[in-house]
């Protein structure tokens, strides 16, 4: 079929079809014009359909695809969520994009299509298939676990492609094994051990297939109908996994710890190993791991066999000929060997603080004495490792537990090392501080089946004829033709060019993630796939790039990005460019876990997890914010994005008392005037007051310019919501004026 077949009803509402050649793009969402090199539309009559959507659709062509069908793999959250350290999350996602991509790779060669996601564009797929690939972006994840194609009318065609991800993750983990215990380390990674694995993750995923005949009318909504069939499945399936012999993991208590020397239950296995001899492995593989391996393991580490597959993964020496040993070709030259951990994002902020000159200084003082040896000063963090010069001193040397890790073995359980532990404690007095907060944000858009089923064009009313040309667009391009006759009344119709340029729209939106994240705020992009994405920073950031996401969806001001003049939805002044990004008509919910020092990365995930999910579950377009406590206990507070523009910045009215006694007044005044049943009115009369008397300049009254009508009558008449926002603001400013007096004491600059 030819790509017009796609656009019937486009060419059917035109009684003659221009000849010009397009110079115009048109937003998805918003259906406004623009003279844009991004999402330039491939035909006048098209509706708005893009060159990079008709191009993938183009490929689609086949009259022998004659059916659609839909692939999912799961558990993808439970593989990203174990972990202790983040470039475990980094190589987790990665692993996944390299499944989701090996499939397109695979899907295709048996000549079917894939049309979601967007996939002609991706470094990884164009270097599977030997095409020029953007080396930068090799290692970025954006290839989501589901994938949408045609396929032949064989009706075991599908059912025959199932088993591709079990068996395309088996190879992977033959080429890890090879290049892992034959090249790189012989004498400790091997054994019964990769049995183990191999067996482990023979199980890890689950696949789920769905298929239907194709339809070109119809597509948009199959493809929903399609995806919500395997999503029923995969929510109907508790994930198990088989036991074998060995200590159960408290990462993942299906699985046990990994050892070399572990053999099935059916195999002569038992159901626990020694401590002692626990200990005595991973105490040799950290120290063997300092020496030759890349840091691959610490001491305390205790990985189950899938754990340990992705720690192996994030060793560049051993993945890149991992996948020249699969491919036969070289990769880009991989950058997790330098990927920050929890440490080193937490203390981002302070070299904007203090100089390196002081920063350095101490920090050379612990290594030196404490370690016998000088710091480096890569961090891996994206904007540090751009002050060039000064370089700051890698500061996990401010970890107790990296101090214990780094002890030689012969000095362990001695008083040389108690010695070691006490020199520490008396020189980092103080500054471990810088590292106690770590801050995880995770968000996506509202609603994206509905969008790419057409039914939020028809909620929102969003009339066809926007996407279509005008009298005055015709005028203006100087076409001869007549305009298109359509319904006053008819909202936006989808097939399927249309729903693939909600895809290139959240590509354009992916590269401004990481610009965003990495040059104007301290930050690290972690997943950045389609219009969902993970970034990690320090509590610093936390409001900061909080609101600028928010700002750069909405195409309002950010650091990247202004509105045009005058403003036009969904576009954006980008530098010389004019720039698409989802715009106002569209929502997205985000999740910010900011979590204490010593909580496990697993906890962390819940939470960043929870949070996200608690934004869409309050009413979407909003924001959760959770802390998570050393102590086990946590702060949760939702908000709608609206109300936390103006509350997150709301500003001061006088210099008598400090911004951290203000909270703590008016935390203090609400809680003690808890109300059992509130409402709007009651809620009004009392908190005005309260704002009034600690000095925060707030009014009911700008509340209202923001709260349209009874929209967040839930949010302004529980009394409860505003002690939240309180309990968060007051901890913030705790938070900040802990940082200024530690900045006051090693002699810092001020903000």
Known sequence: MAIEDWLIQQQQIYQNLPDASPEISIHPVSGEWQTSAYLKSQFWWGGGASIEACRQVAAASNPELTHLGVLSFGPVQEFLGGGERLRDWAVASWLCHYLTAVAIYRWEERQGQVLLPLHRSSPLLN?????????????????????????????????????????????????????????????LLNGQGWQVIHRDNAYLWSVYTESTPLSLATVSQDIKQLRERIESRKIGRQWQATWWGGRTSPSAGHLSIWHPGLKPIHDGGTWGLPDSQLKEWWL???????????????????????????????????????????WGRTPPPCPWGQFPDRATVAAAWVVDRIDAETWNDTLDTLYQ????????????????????????????????????????????????????IKDWEDLSQGWESPIEWTVGWRGDGDNMG??????????????????????????????????????????????????????????????????????HHNAKVIFAGGDDFLLLGPLTEAVSLTSNLYRLWRGQLSPLTQPLDPPVDGWVKRESEIYPVPGQ?????????????????????????????????????????????????????????????????????TEEKTELNRW???????????????????????????????????????????????????????????????????????????????VERVGGNNP
Not at 130 to 152: K, M, S
Not at 376 to 404: C, Q, S, T
Not at 676 to 695: C, H, K, P
């Open 127 to 187: 270097w599977l298939r030997d095409e020029p690939c953007d080396r930068d972006r090799f290692w970025q994840a954006e290839l989501p676990n589901v994938i949408t194609g045609l396929h032949p009318q064989d009706e075991t065609w599908l059912q025959d492609f199932n088993p591709i991800i079990t068996q395309e993750w088996g190879k992977f983990l033959e080429a890890l094994e090879e290049e892992v215990s034959q090249r790189y380390s012989p004498h």
């Open 284 to 326: 040799r593989a950290a120290n063997e791991s300092r020496d030759r391996l890349s840091g691959l393991v610490d001491s305390d580490d205790r990985l189950n066999s899938i754990e340990f597959v992705r720690r192996l993964a994030s060793v560049p020496d051993i993945i890149e000929p991992t996948l020249q040993l699969l």
């Open 369 to 420: 004495c404490c370690l016998d040896e000088k710091p480096n000063f890569r961090w891996g963090m994206p904007k540090v490792d751009g002050k060039n010069p000064p370089h700051f001193a890698y500061p996990r040397i401010l970890e107790r537990r990296y101090l214990k890790e780094r002890v030689p073995q012969e000095k362990k359980d001695t008083d040389d090392e108690k010695k070691i």
């Open 450 to 519: 509905k969008w790419l089923s057409g039914k939020q064009y028809e909620t929102l009313k969003l009339q066809w004829s926007r996407w279509h040309l005008n009298q005055d667009a015709i005028l203006q391009h100087q076409l001869n033709i007549d305009p298109p006759t359509l319904s006053a009344n008819a909202t936006r119709k989808l097939d399927l060019p249309h729903v693939l340029d909600l895809s290139v729209l959240f590509g354009c939106w992916n590269q401004l993630l990481y610009p965003l994240t990495e040059r």
């Open 585 to 653: 008509r569209m929502d997205f919910s985000l999740g910010v876990a900011i979590a204490q020092r010593r909580i496990p990365q697993s906890l962390w995930h819940r939470g960043l997890t929870e949070a996200y999910k608690e934004a869409k579950n309050q009413g979407r377009d909003r924001v959760c914010i959770k802390v998570l406590f050393n102590s086990g206990q946590s702060l949760d507070w939702v908000c709608p994005w609206r109300l936390w523009e103006l509350l997150m910045h709301v500003g001061l009215t």
């Open 664 to 742: 703590e007044k008016l935390l203090s005044y609400l809680e003690s005037n808890r109300l059992q049943q509130s409402d709007v009115d009651t809620v009004r009369d009392l908190i005005e007051t309260l704002w009034a008397s600690v000095g925060i300049a707030l009014t009911w009254e700008a509340i209202e310019t923001v709260a349209e009508y009874d929209e967040f009558d839930d949010e302004l008449g529980n009394w409860s919501w505003w002690i939240g926002w309180i309990s968060v603001m007051g901890f913030l400013a705790r938070q900040q004026r802990e940082r200024e007096k530690w």
